[in-house]
């Protein structure tokens, strides 16, 4: 009866097996797909905020519809309503996706959340795509119902308001973008907040307030602001015969916006995500 040698038993290898050779090495799970890793964030971030932004949500909602019945005693008609009206329902998705979602990331950041996202084998862009979607997706019932509000109060035609469709994911996207970037880019949580805050604002002073109004270098602020564009873009919808030309223009600026400013939040999140 044949028996092993002393050394490969000593060393657990088998007979014929050189001792340099190893076992192969289990293959690593394959990462994530975009599409499917953001649908998962998506749903997650989306049912978050179902449970936990819901009285956020109607107090951005009543906020605005009480600076329309404000204006109301300033502003009886014509292109400073429409103004009004457009500036109150773009200022709710302000609110949420870019002020909500700013102190999000900044608390994100610094509890420690952002490295339970950076072990989970989903791309940086899924993360940041998902909770700007989301976060810009539950903005819908406070714009159409401030929209709506608006028409009403100050006389304007309900007709084309199923331009919202457009105006919200796109002025969504390049708030939340800018939302997201602020939170990630601020060393502190305190000042993630801060900016959020500020941002809004300017949201509120700018787009509310009719631009005929505004001295110069404010109105050139203005133009600076890429919710500016929704609004544009929702006041020319309130006309009798709109300037869709400008109209679609004036959406692909906050598409474009929307595009540079959440590149500029995945960058920034690979960025804090390593720290």
């Known amino acids: 009866m044949s028996t092993l040698p002393a050394e490969a038993v000593t060393a657990g290898v088998p007979v014929g097996r050189p001792r340099d050779e190893e076992p192969d090495a289990a293959p690593l799970a394959p990462r994530a797909r975009l599409f499917p890793a953001l649908g998962a964030v998506y749903r997650a971030q989306l049912s978050r905020a179902r449970v936990a932004r819901i009285p956020l ?13 404000l204006m ?27 002020n909500l979602l700013a102190q999000y990331f900044g608390q994100l950041r610094a509890s420690g959340g952002l490295d339970h996202y950076a072990t989970l084998p989903v791309p940086p862009a899924a993360v940041v795509l998902g909770a700007a979607g989301a976060y810009a997706s539950f903005t819908v019932p406070g714009t159409l119902v401030t929209a709506v509000a608006g028409s009403l109060l100050f006389g304007l035609p309900l007709g084309h308001l199923w331009i919202l469709a457009a105006v919200v994911p796109l002025s969504g996207a390049a708030l939340s973008g800018l939302g997201a970037a602020l939170g990630l880019l601020a060393p502190r949580q305190e000042l993630a907040t801060l900016l959020g805050q500020l941002g809004m604002s300017a949201a509120l002073l700018l787009g509310v307030l009719p631009a005929e109004r505004l001295p110069g270098p404010i109105g050139w602020a203005r133009d600076l602001l890429p919710s500016t564009y929704g609004v544009e873009a929702l006041a020319r919808t309130f006309d009798t015969h709109p300037d869709w030309t400008a109209v679609c223009l004036d959406l692909a600026v906050c598409g474009a916006v929307g595009v540079v400013s959440l590149a500029v939040a995945t960058r920034a999140y690979r960025r804090a995500a390593v720290r």
């Not at 949500?57 to 019945?69: E, H, K, P, R």
């Open 72 to 98: 109301r005693g300033v502003v009886d008609g014509g292109s400073e309503a429409r103004a009004v009206v457009a500036g109150s329902a773009v200022l709710v998705v302000a609110f949420v996706a870019l």
């Open 57 to 69: 949500l109607f107090v951005a909602t009543f906020q605005s519809i009480g600076i329309m019945v």
